[in-house]
């Protein structure tokens, strides 16, 4: 046994609204920059639907993730290294800039500098690319809420496999929401396919990670990694990836994306697992059979050996405190409500979804019974205006089972909680029918329902010990250069001559102060309010009125008082 730690997250596909936040604040804090106009390290997809960029699932043309080759050994898809020689200087198996996007602007000087005139001045499309006049026909959002109609959603690649089970008639059309981040797996075929080995898995905590020093721009990482969340950034000639914000999880903030998301529907939290079994479950001769073979390899953190081995690997105690805490392990292993994307793969994704249900209670609803019912709900699921079918092809390679268990432990738990809710007795026999007892119901439903968020958020901050190592990676991954995260700052020439200034600039520096310091930094003296930077302890100059009235000095965070009060050091000038 060699127990690792892995940082991991779930979504509940439940409460995703598709408002877009946790897209655009990661695309201010990540990607707001020259050559990566196109790129959404978050996304939100309707399904059914194409998708970002179009129709990635389909592995028979992009050949993304690992398969069996005829002794039952893994092999990526789009070959070894004698292929990748051959192809090194050109590579055609990957996405064009037509399958994500051309990224746009409009000509707002020509609404502003207009001079008066009958008709109303138009600001037109320009290409974020060449600076052209363009016409607008797709975007990495172009099919939002449109997932049921036959101009999109008969293009899924998904309901190849259902067809005779879906009808796209307007009147009986589905959709759900899709938010999509990298999945930062056990078994990463991303960091397999790069001949500069520029991509690696860090050790610590699992996140998989690009380092721009070693990156030569070959792009074979894009064509490897099945879920296209791999970029080429075409000004820089290198690849970027999400890095589930690791200057943030490092002092025990959680993702940008996680931080914003209006409906609260990610969990993020520690996993541990098995090294020495990733192999051979991501071996698994049948492809239904990796949901259950990825399980087996998380370990219990609850189980004595368990601690015992994870302590010899030098996995902090702390960390073990917090893998026994995680709700992502709850939801996965303990509720088994949350279920892979996509494990056929067999890159084992560590970004978990549940499963939607809303659409169940539509169904019954519509028919003039009782929505909440329990026995109306179990049997309203095999009508699901969201077939089983489709759900099974996202997360369990096909097998209906698992997905089936899934929507009747979730209208087990809609169930038993109205009766409570209702001052009704709580009847034991549906959870039971799901194989739960009442206290496990709810408790998965204050973990699904009403977590607070220290509940949904349980992660363990970085040690001193490891701070020389984590600043060389994050110097690897070009995020501590002179100007902060990114490629340094404007060169002598302006923008184009040298590299952009990204919009996270001012989030990197106070965490990396915190990260040096003993206790949580002051925000800037510069009264300016950042509420990236805040995690809601304290009080910081400019977000409340100081208690005279004026704006005061900043509070020392983390504690919530100001100076003056008793115990608190004046700042030195």
């Not at 109609?149 to 690649?157: L, N």
């Amino acid at each position: 046994m060699r127990v690792m730690a892995q940082m991991s997250m779930v979504m509940n596909l439940d409460k995703c609204i598709g408002c877009h936040t946790c897209s655009v604040t990661c695309k201010q804090a990540w990607t707001n920059r020259t050559g990566v106009e196109y790129v959404w390290f978050n996304n939100v997809e309707t399904r059914p639907g194409q998708g970002y960029p179009r129709r990635y699932e389909d592995q028979e043309k992009w050949k993304g993730g690992w398969e069996l080759n005829r002794r039952g050994r893994l092999k990526l898809k789009a070959g070894g290294r004698a292929k990748k020689l051959l192809t090194i200087f050109s590579n055609p198996v990957q996405p064009s800039i037509d399958d994500y996007y051309e990224p746009w602007t409009y000509d707002y000087e020509t609404l502003t500098s207009a001079p008066v005139q009958e008709h109303t001045p138009v600001a037109r499309p320009k290409s974020m690319l060449t600076g052209e006049d363009m016409k607008i026909e797709w975007s990495s959002n172009w099919d939002d809420n449109l997932g049921g109609s036959p101009q999109h959603g008969d293009k899924d690649v998904m309901l190849q496999q259902i067809a005779d089970k879906v009808k796209l008639d307007f009147e009986k059309t589905f959709m759900f929401y899709l938010p999509r981040i990298c999945e930062h797996c056990l078994n990463p075929s991303c960091a397999a396919s790069c001949p500069s080995g520029a991509i690696y898995k860090r050790s610590e905590d699992g996140i998989v990670l690009v380092d721009q020093d070693r990156c030569r721009g070959w792009r074979m990482c894009v064509t490897g990694c099945p879920y296209k969340k791999v970029y080429f950034n075409h000004r820089t000639g290198k690849a970027e990836k999400c890095t589930f914000c690791f200057p943030r999880v490092e002092v025990g903030i959680p993702t940008v994306c996680s931080e914003t998301c209006v409906g609260r529907l990610r969990y993020i939290g520690l996993v541990l697992y098995d090294a020495d079994r990733v192999l051979e479950a991501a071996s698994t001769p049948g492809d239904q059979d990796l949901y259950e073979a990825q399980r087996q390899v998380f370990l219990d953190p609850n189980d004595p050996e368990v601690i015992r081995e994870a302590e010899r690997a030098g996995i902090p105690r702390d960390w073990i405190t917090a893998a026994q805490r995680s709700p992502v392990y709850r939801l996965i292993n303990e509720f088994k409500v949350a279920l892979p994307l996509h494990p056929e793969y067999r890159t084992m994704p560590m970004v978990w979804y549940i499963p939607p249900l809303s659409p169940v209670v539509d169904v019954v609803r519509d028919t003039g019974h009782d929505a909440e019912d329990g026995g109306n709900l179990f049997a309203a699921i095999e009508a699901l205006r969201i077939p089983v079918e489709y759900l099974a092809e996202l997360f369990t390679a096909g097998d209906v089972g698992p997905v089936n268990a899934v929507l009747h432990r979730l209208a087990a738990m809609r169930a038993y909680m109205r009766d409570i809710n209702l001052g009704r007795a709580a009847d034991e026999g549906i959870a039971e029918k799901v194989g739960m007892t009442g206290g496990e119901v709810q408790e998965m439903y204050r973990l699904l329902a009403i977590a607070k968020y220290d509940e949904r958020y349980v992660i363990p901050t970085a040690h001193a010990e490891q701070a020389h190592k984590l600043e060389e990676l994050a110097t690897e991954c070009s995020l501590d250069y002179d100007g902060g995260p990114g490629m340094g700052g404007w060169g002598p020439f302006g923008e184009s001559s040298g590299g952009t200034t990204p919009i996270a600039v001012e989030n990197f520096h106070m965490l990396k102060e915190r990260q040096n310091a003993d206790s949580m930094t002051r925000p800037s003296e510069s009264g300016r309010v950042n509420l990236l930077n805040w995690d809601g302890k304290g009080r910081p100059s400019g977000l409340f009125p100081s208690r005279d009235g004026s704006r005061g000095a900043p509070s020392e965070a983390g504690t919530g008082q100001e100076p003056g009060d008793p115990g608190v050091t004046e700042p030195k000038p």
